[in-house]
C-alpha cells in the first residue's frame, strides 16, 4: 500500500490555525482506515509541537508523530493560500506535511519517513508541491521521490549520511567533516539536518559524512573516518549516542533546527574551527589531553573483525580498564613492603599483613593513627593497596562485559566479577562471568519490547535479569569447577622452581618479544597482569615473578635496537639511526612498540633476534626469583622489584643477545652495506 493517495492530499487547505488544520488532515487518514483512534493520534501530534514547532524556514510545515492510534506510516498533504503559524521564524506555513507513524513502527516502512524528509530540503520537490494543479501531481511528486514504500536496500558498503548525487565544486582547499544528527522523535528533523549539511557540504567543496541517529536506527561513521575528519558538526535536541568517538576534534554544537535553516553557516563555522586548529595544533593537544581525563568509557572493538580478533579486544578492554587499579594497587602494597622492611626489620612484609580497620586492637589503624610511625605509613598504604587489589576481578568482568554489550553488561560484569572473586575463582572466573554477562546483556537488550517499557529496559530490566542470571549460573553450575581450576592452577605455580619456572619464563618472554605489542605479546601480558589479582599479598608469589618476567622480556627489543644502532651503525639507515635514539627511551619505560620502525623494515631478522633474546631474559627472570607487583613503568618502578640487581642482570643478556643477533644476521647480506646510501636518496 502506497505511503500517500489521492484521498490524503488536500490542495486548498483552510484552517484558522495548526491545532484545525491537524485535525483536518488527521480525518483523511481516518476516512482510508489508517487512523484507528483520531483522538490519541491529535493527541501525540500535539505533545510533539509542545516539545518543538514543527515549522520550517520556507513556508513548510510538519506535524508529525508516533501514535497507537496509527496502523501504518502514512502521509497527508496540506496545501494553504493563506498560511498558518506553525512557529518558523520567517513566517508562516503553505506546504504541510503531516507525518503519522506507529507507535512500534521499526519495519522497512519506517525508511521512507526519512526520505521525504530528506526531499522537503530539495527546493525543486517544494517548488513542485507549490504548483500541483492536482492529489495526483502531489502523489507522483512524493513516490518519485520515495520510491516504493518498502524500499530497496542500501549497497552494503553504503556510508551512513553520504549524499551519492552531491558533486562538490573545486575549492582551494577542500576539508572533510562528519556529523551527527538527531531529534527527539528521530522521524523527520533528524533527516533534513542530515539532508541540509550535506548540500551546504558539497556547495562549498568539502566533503562531509552525517550520521543520523533517528527512527530507522544508525550506521555509525567508522572510526578512520573520524580520525580523518577535521571538524565534527552536532545538530541534535537529544544526547548523542557516543558522543566520545569524536573527542579532540574541533567541534560545532547546535540544535537540529540550526542545521535545517543556516546548514551552510554551520559548515562555515566548521571550516574556520578546522584552519584555526591546522594553525595552532596546540589546541588539538590541549582538548584531546581534556578529553582522555574526562571522556566518557570506551572500548576499541572492531564490530567487523573476525571473532578471534573480538575475543581478544573484548579480554583487553577489561585488562585495559583493571590495570590502573593494579598500578594502585601493586605499587602501594610494594611501599608498604619496602617501610615495613626498614621500621620492622626483615619480618616486616608478614607483620605488615596484620593490620586492618575492624579488629579494635593495635593493629586496627582506624583507631588511632600515629603520624610519626613509619609502620603505621606503611600499614595505611598496605590496606590501601589491599582494597585497590580486591577490585582487579570485578573490574576485570565489568569491562569485558561492557566491551560486549556497552553499559548494559557493566552491572551484571562487576557483579558476577565479585562473585566469582568471594568464591575463589580469581581472573579465570572474571573472564567467564565477563563474557558470560556481556552476551546476556546484550541479548536482553535486543528484545522487541512495547514503548511503554522500552524507558525502564535499561535502568531495571536490562540491569535485573542479567545480573540475576549471570550471577545464578556462576553460584549454581560454573563457580565451583572454575575455582578449583584456579586453586589447581595457583598450586602448580606456587611449585614452579629451577627448570619448570625458567621454561615458563623462556614461552612468556618468547611471547613478548615475538610481535612487539601485536596479539601474541598481548596474550603474554594479558596472563600476567591479569594473574597479580591471585598473588595476594604474598612478596614472593609466584605470580609476581611471570609479571617481573614478562616486562624485563618486553623491554629487551626496542634497548637492542638501540644498542645496535651504536654498535653498528652502518649496517642502520639514517631514520633507523634517529629511531635508536628514542628507542633507548621506549624500550627503558617498556614500550615494546619503540623496535617496530626496525622489524616493519627488516621483520625476519629482527623479530627472530628480538625472539631469542627475550625469551632468554624472561627464562632468567624466573630462574632469578625476580618479583614485580607493578603491571608497568620499567626502570621507572626499579626501586618495587624484588631482587632487582638480577633482573637487570637477565634484562642486560637478553638485550645484549638480541643485538649481538640482529649485528650478525645483517652482516652476513651484503646488499645492506649500502643502505644508509639507499635510505638518504
Excluded at 553499559?407 to 581472573?427: H, Q, S
Excluded at 625458567?502 to 601480558?525: I, R, S
Aim: hydrophobic share 50%.
Amino acid at each position: 500500500m502506497s505511503l500517500i493517495t489521492t484521498s490524503q492530499v488536500v490542495l486548498d487547505l483552510a484552517a484558522p490555525d495548526r491545532a484545525a488544520a491537524t485535525r483536518t488532515l488527521a480525518e483523511r487518514l481516518v476516512e482510508s482506515g489508517r487512523c484507528t483512534d483520531l483522538s490519541t493520534f491529535l493527541a501525540d501530534v500535539t505533545k510533539r509541537e509542545a516539545t518543538m514547532a514543527t515549522g520550517l524556514p520556507g513556508g513548510i510545515a510538519i506535524p508529525h508523530a508516533r501514535s497507537a492510534g496509527i496502523s501504518e506510516p502514512s502521509l497527508v498533504f496540506g496545501r494553504t493560500a493563506q498560511g498558518i503559524d506553525w512557529g518558523a521564524a520567517d513566517g508562516p506555513a503553505t506546504l504541510v506535511f503531516l507525518i503519522a507513524a506507529p507507535e512500534g513502527g521499526g519495519d522497512a516502512h519506517m525508511q521512507v519517513l526519512p526520505a521525504l524528509a530528506r526531499a522537503l530540503m530539495k527546493p525543486e520537490f517544494t517548488e513542485g508541491l507549490a504548483a500541483a494543479a492536482t492529489p495526483e501531481d502531489v502523489v507522483a511528486l512524493v513516490e518519485a521521490e520515495i520510491g516504493d514504500v518498502v524500499p530497496a536496500a542500501a549497497p552494503a558498503d553504503a556510508v551512513p549520511g553520504t549524499a551519492a548525487d552531491a558533486s562538490p565544486t573545486p575549492a582551494k582547499e577542500s576539508f572533510t567533516l562528519v556529523g551527527v544528527t538527531s531529534c527527539p522523535t528521530g522521524i523527520a528533523h533528524t533527516y533534513m539536518a542530515a539532508e541540509a549539511l550535506e548540500r551546504a557540504a558539497a556547495e562549498a567543496g568539502h566533503t562531509i559524512t552525517v550520521e543520523t541517529q533517528g527512527s530507522v536506527g544508525s550506521k555509525a561513521i567508522p572510526a578512520e573516518l573520524i580520525a580523518a575528519a577535521d571538524a565534527v558538526i552536532f545538530a541534535h535536541d537529544v544526547e548523542v549516542k557516543g558522543r566520545d568517538r569524536f573527542a579532540g576534534k574541533p567541534t560545532v554544537d547546535v540544535g537540529v533546527k540550526k542545521a535545517i535553516s543556516d546548514g551552510p553557516l554551520l559548515v562555515e563555522q566548521a571550516i574556520a574551527l578546522a584552519a584555526e586548529w591546522k594553525a595552532d595544533p596546540s589546541k588539538a593537544a590541549s582538548t584531546a589531553s581534556h578529553a582522555a581525563s574526562a571522556g566518557g568509557l570506551t572500548s576499541k572493538v572492531e564490530a567487523d573483525a573476525h571473532w578471534g580478533t573480538r575475543l581478544r579486544q573484548w579480554l583487553m578492554t577489561g585488562v585495559s580498564y583493571m590495570i590502573p587499579f593494579v598500578a594502585a594497587g601493586g605499587i602501594l602494597i610494594a611501599l608498604a613492603f619496602m617501610l615495613s622492611q626498614i621500621s620492622l626489620g626483615d619480618n616486616g612484609p608478614i607483620e605488615i599483613t596484620k593490620y586492618n580497620l575492624t579488629s579494635g586492637d593495635a593493629y586496627d589503624i582506624s583507631s588511632g593513627f600515629d603520624a610519626t610511625s613509619l609502620t603505621a605509613w606503611a600499614a595505611l598504604l598496605f590496606i590501601i593497596g589491599g582494597a585497590a587489589f580486591g577490585f582487579l576481578v570485578p573490574i576485570l568482568s565489568g569491562f569485558i562485559a561492557f566491551a560486549i554489550a556497552d553499559r548494559p553488561g557493566l552491572v551484571p560484569g562487576i557483579v558476577g566479577g565479585a562473585i566469582a572473586n568471594t568464591m575463589g575463582a580469581g581472573f579465570l572466573g572474571g573472564i567467564v562471568t565477563g563474557l558470560l554477562a556481556g552476551f546476556i546483556a546484550r541479548w536482553i537488550a535486543s528484545w522487541k519490547v512495547h514503548a511503554g517499557v522500552r524507558g525502564v529496559m535499561p535502568v531495571v530490566v536490562i540491569p535485573l535479569l542479567s545480573t540475576l542470571v549471570t550471577a545464578g549460573l556462576f553460584i549454581t553450575l560454573l563457580g565451583g569447577p572454575i575455582a578449583s581450576l584456579t586453586e589447581s592452577l595457583n598450586n602448580w605455580l606456587t611449585t614452579l622452581s629451577g627448570g619448570s619456572a625458567f621454561t615458563l619464563g623462556l614461552v612468556l618472554g618468547a611471547m613478548m618479544g615475538f610481535d612487539l605489542g601485536g596479539p601474541v605479546n598481548k596474550v603474554a601480558y594479558f596472563f600476567a597482569t591479569a594473574g597479580l589479582s591471585a598473588a595476594g599479598t604474598a612478596a614472593d608469589a609466584p605470580q609476581l615473578k611471570i609479571m617481573a618476567a614478562v616486562m624485563a622480556a618486553g623491554m629487551v627489543a626496542p634497548l637492542a635496537m638501540a644498542l645496535a644502532t651504536v654498535l653498528r651503525p652502518k649496517l642502520f639507515s639514517a631514520p633507523e639511526r634517529e629511531n635508536g635514539k628514542a628507542a633507548w627511551l621506549l624500550g627503558a619505560s617498556f614500550i615494546s612498540e619503540g623496535a617496530i620502525p626496525f622489524a616493519a623494515a627488516d621483520p625476519i631478522r629482527v623479530m627472530a633476534s628480538s625472539l631469542v633474546g627475550s625469551a632468554l631474559t624472561g627464562g632468567l627472570v624466573m630462574l632469578f626469583g625476580a618479583t614485580l607487583r607493578a603491571p608497568h613503568g620499567g626502570i621507572w618502578v626499579l626501586p618495587l622489584i624484588g631482587n632487582f640487581g638480577m633482573f637487570l642482570v637477565a634484562l642486560a643478556a637478553g638485550v645484549v643477545v638480541t643485538a649481538l643477533l640482529v649485528i650478525l644476521l645483517k652482516s652476513t647480506d651484503r646488499s645492506l652495506a649500502v643502505v644508509d646510501a639507499a635510505a638518504t636518496i
